[in-house]
């Protein structure tokens, strides 16, 4: 299989340098098959959470591996 998976990461961070995630708010959403896909959930949890300053979310994108 060939390809990228994209995630969507975050949570509530300690301090507003957004280095270290507060102990139980870390949230993992996908994978997606499109980065427009994870770019949707992205925008859906950070409109979900504009009201808190220390939440962050990110989309990373990983290569699919190959199996077999």
Do not use: C
Not at 2 to 29: D, P, R
């Amino acid at each position: 299989m060939h390809g990228t998976n994209y995630w969507v990461i975050g949570g509530e961070f300690g301090s507003m340098n957004f280095h270290k995630l507060v102990h139980g708010t870390a949230e993992v959403q996908g994978p997606f098959n499109t980065r427009s896909d994870a770019e949707d959930a992205w925008k859906a949890v950070s409109q979900e959470n504009r009201h808190k300053a220390g939440v962050r979310f990110s989309i990373v994108e990983e290569p699919r591996r190959a199996v077999g």
